[in-house]
């Protein structure tokens, strides 16, 4: 992100705009729509003839030469049609502070104009780094078919109580809590219904508002742990109910797999606490991480455990729910994409496939000795699609214990590395291979998927291509 979006009071005094022509006329327009006071330098002589009465009258023409102009007041300078008086004019702005925008020209502006969506209190600024106005048209044509015509209304509707509910409710955490039941439930509803007068009453008829927002008998906040799945890796693959859950959270414990990009999904000011540990290195420990859980609900806190993939699968999500249930915490869970799904999708493997794979196995091999300790002789059936997770370090103590137990060599092996993200990988072979797959993909997290489906992935069926290329090649030579 090089631009950094900020709303400017225009309150505070005068744009001044320099410029002539249809690009000054279009500037001028969004300025005086916006309530600025507009002082404009016309280079060509241009005038106000086709500004309706309200737009006109917060117009100021000024004559001169913009460059020795009087900038007392000025709150920013716009450059549309200017000419080569534009990079002077920003080498001025520049030298005093001010904030400048040169239309179409990155290199003399320090800000540049958003597409707008305005719902009067409400406003959406969408900017592309001034790489691509199209782009941002395009997505102020769709938030604009999304969002509730009356969404400024309801923004005005809670800026009128909202000295009044902060006088009843001082305690921030429970006050936002209020204004999320009131925005979320039918006060919110009947606001943008266009149905303000039944609100205003709805409000009025709130007898405790603590209580309304779900204060316990201290008085505080009701602290909760929800355990979210944060899928494989691609931030587009969490569930909406994963989002609302990181944009409500207090505080959010997560695991060292999961995507920089999903946190930056969370409410800004949620605190964020790495919990997380990779092979062979240090972590505090489960049993740590239940009671930073715990201590956060018993303190009136939203948390969020946000875990790789899904909870409940190899997540240890069921031993952080019996730690909170011990403890008398209210917790709820919301699943994610497993890795294994993520990668079968990715790469299309068909985990199931109609009279080759009749059964899938998930199992978890994160150290040799867990493989070591897996009964293999279950395993062995050729219509079983077996899925390994953590498999990277124990690859050969896996491919070793299917085969004492009597699995071909010959069966399809995939080693799926960093599924759905960019820099995913796959390689594969056979179950004789599978320590040599694991060094192609450099480094997890990883799945292996074993089983007679492999055959049927897009890297199998592009290995394919390339060896009859080859065959080809060899032939015409």
Known sequence: MRFLPVFLDLQRGVVMLVGS???????LRVLAAAGARVRWYATDGDHVAGLDEGEAS??????????MAELNGVIAVVCAGAGDVAPLMSARARTLGLPINVMDDLDHSSFIFPAIVDRGDVVVAIGTGGTSPVVARRLRERIEAVLPARIGELAGFIGRWRKAIHDLIPEFALRRRFWERVVDGPIGALVLAGRGDDAERALKGIRDASAFAGSLPSGGAEGMVTLVGAGPGDPDLLTVKALRALQDADVIFYDELVNPEILDRARRDAARVPVGRRVGKPGIGQDAINQLLIEAARAGRRAVRLKGGDPLIFGRGGEEIEALRQAN?????????????????????????????????????????????VDWSTLTDIEMTIVVYMGLTAAASVRAGLLAAGRSPQTPVGVFARATREDSAAAIGTL?????????????????????????????RQQQLNQLASYFQVAAE
């Open 21 to 27: 022509g249809d690009l000054a006329r279009a500037k």
């Open 58 to 67: 917060r117009v100021e023409l000024a004559s001169g030469d913009p460059l």
């Open 329 to 373: 915490v209210a917790y709820s869970v919301i699943p994610g994409i497993t890795a294994g799904l993520g990668a079968a999708a990715q790469f299309e493997v068909p985990l199931t496939f109609r009279r080759e794979a009749l059964r899938v196995t998930f199992l978890t091999a994160h150290k040799v000795r867990d493989a070591e300790a």
């Open 432 to 460: 004789d291979e599978l320590p040599d797959l694991v060094e192609k993909v450099a480094g997890g997290p990883a799945v292996l998927i074993i089983g007679d489906v492999v055959v049927h992935s897009a890297p199998a």
